[in-house]
């Protein structure tokens, strides 16, 4: 009688395992209002992807997008270039506190003292953008971008104010080619895009229109898929497909409140589109948009001005990926701002 108890059991909880497996999440809200967005002209196409570790949940192509439309996706690019960056740091060859003027001596002024860790947490202290009036920065490689930097004006101490922008990220991808010998391009091909078959995304050649630079905090380009591998890997603690790309003290690192002391002016984003005023809204390439009691972040993300949004979902262990980039801001649409409504979206459908 007790085999038999206990084979009904294990009978019961595999047929529970594959329900839960096999069963179908509706998604039709958030492809609802995506199809809006579009409807409205805001985009002329658009695709998402939401999925768990080593599964995908739902995929989906609208308007004039199919499964090879590259696009770049401005800040969304930010996460990627961090990932990559961390991928150097834990090799040994860089440290997250390594200052600027260590590996650019040229940096003769207060933006030497400034760390890697703050170049990409925007707590270094640079300007956020070119001045106005001044070339924007497109140039087609690191170290004249950075060359042009060196001149410019600290805006403030580093670890004093956040203030996000770009092109202390240059800074941060210079340092990573001095260290490794090997142009920016090299880096991101060799650590990530790579080992997770990332073919579409690139950061270089940088598309000269404006809006598309700098080239780590803006300049990259890619396809949905690709950002769905990056997605993956990171939210299965640095592993994809059996392998590790990342090591888990690397996301760790990413993930973690790196503003830190930094002043955070109102009306930063997480403030706006959760309602929430605190410090410690950024790691390093990315926001912390959702933090639990001890600060942990439940959702991360990398929005942009286009539209493209990156974010993981750690209350419910999924990812998701909307690639856009809008074509009109009519009645003061912002795809910054709007995007963000897809992850709680996507939260609700899946933890029904």
């Not at 809006?36 to 080593?54: E, M, P, Q, T």
């Not at 001596?105 to 953008?129: C, I, M, N, V």
């Not at 942990?296 to 286009?306: F, G, M, R, T």
Request: charge should be positive; charged fraction near 20%.
């Amino acid at each position: 009688m007790k085999r038999v108890a206990i084979l009904v059991f294990v009978l019961g909880v595999h047929i529970t395992s594959r329900s839960h497996a096999q069963k179908a999440y509706d998604f039709a809200p958030v492809d609802q209002k995506i199809q809006c967005w579009i409807d409205s002209g805001y985009y002329d196409g658009a695709s998402l992807i939401v999925g768990r570790v080593d599964t995908i949940l739902h995929k989906k192509y609208y308007g004039t997008y199919n499964s090879q439309t590259v696009v770049h996706i401005a800040s969304a690019g930010k996460w990627l270039a961090a990932a990559a960056i961390a991928a150097v740091v834990q090799e040994g060859k860089l440290g997250w506190d390594d200052p600027v003027e260590r590996w650019i001596p040229e940096f003769t002024d207060l933006k030497g003292k400034a760390t890697l860790r703050q170049l990409l947490s925007h707590t270094a202290g640079f300007p956020d953008y070119q001045p106005r009036g001044a070339r924007a920065d497109n140039y087609q490689s690191l170290r004249e971008s950075v060359a042009y930097i060196v001149n410019l004006p600290a805006d403030t101490l580093p670890g004093t104010k956040f203030l996000y922008g770009g092109l202390a990220m240059q800074v941060a991808g210079r340092m990573a080619e001095l260290a490794t010998g090997k142009i920016w391009e090299a880096i991101f091909q060799e650590k990530i895009a790579g080992p997770l078959g990332m073919i579409g995304t690139h950061f270089t050649p940088v598309d000269p229109t404006p809006g598309h630079n700098p080239m780590l905090g803006g300049g990259a380009r890619c396809r949905l898929d690709d950002y769905g591998c990056f997605l993956d890997m990171i939210l299965n603690d640095g592993v994809y497909k059996g392998k590790q790309v990342l090591s888990k003290a690397s996301i760790v690192e990413l993930e973690s409140n790196q503003v830190r002391d930094a002043i955070v002016r109102a009306g930063e984003y997480v403030q706006v589109v959760r309602k929430e005023s605190r410090n410690d809204i950024y790691g390093l390439g990315q926001w912390r948009e959702k933090v639990d009691q001890r600060g942990n972040a439940l959702v991360i993300s990398s929005p942009s001005w286009a539209g493209a949004y990156p974010w993981i979902d750690k209350e419910n262990g999924i990812y998701g990926f909307f690639l856009a980039r809008i074509s009109n801001d009519k009645n003061g649409f912002s795809g910054f701002y709007q995007s963000p409504v897809l992850s709680e979206m996507a939260g609700k459908c899946y933890g029904r």
